[in-house]
């Protein structure tokens, strides 16, 4: 019986490594979560990263980043400090226990600022914890324009428009509204 129940664990114990989180784990916060930050991981190791408000003193945004895994949030603006555990995937216990007794805990210094400026950037961060010893940090922003849809102002040459009158070509009351359309990108 005990064998059997051994061999049952050792089984499962793959399938439980694989089911650990990713992403955004929790959110408390009603502020619009648009602006983003970025972590590289070495694999080897996980990490659960909890955003605390600066000026209130409270949790509002809990992650989980399996190790070098692609990570991206987006976050609230404001001012954050970021506390990040680290440990192997494998002992991952949630929340309560985060990756048991050899989890590693530290706290980003000083806090990332996030925010906005004008219409055209959003700015975020980009962490480097692949050695932690020497933690990188740069700014991470996504820039933003208007492009036009150019479909939105096509016109047949030889079709008379409406509203256009054949003898006054200055009227243009009927030409058609142009449409744009958000376009982002990565930005320094």
């Known amino acids: 019986m005990i064998r059997l129940l051994c061999l049952c664990l050792l089984l499962a114990s793959p399938a439980l490594a694989q089911s ?20 590289k991981t070495a694999e080897g190791r996980d990490y659960y990263v909890v955003l605390r408000d600066v000026a209130s003193g409270r949790d509002v945004i809990g992650a989980y980043a399996q190790g070098g895994a692609f990570f991206r949030l ?19 216990q949630g929340r309560a226990g985060l990756f048991g007794a050899q989890t590693q805990r530290f ?3 000083p806090p990332l600022e996030f925010g906005v400026t004008g219409y055209a950037r ?21 820039c933003q324009r208007l492009a036009l849809d150019p479909e939105s ?13 054949a003898r006054d070509p200055m009227d243009i009351a009927g030409f058609p509204v142009p449409r744009y359309r958000q376009v982002s990108r990565i930005c320094d």
């Open 20 to 39: 650990r989180p990713q992403g955004l784990l929790w959110s408390d916060t009603a502020l619009p979560r648009t602006l983003p930050l970025q972590i």
């Open 74 to 92: 987006l976050v609230p603006p404001g001012r954050f400090e970021l506390q990040i555990a680290s440990g192997h995937g494998a002992d991952w």
């Open 107 to 109: 706290v980003l210094d």
């Open 122 to 142: 959003k700015g975020g961060h980009l962490l480097d914890l692949r050695k932690l010893g020497t933690i990188a940090q740069s700014s991470l922003g996504i």
């Open 153 to 165: 102002v096509s016109v047949t040459p030889d079709a008379p428009m409406p509203g256009v009158k």
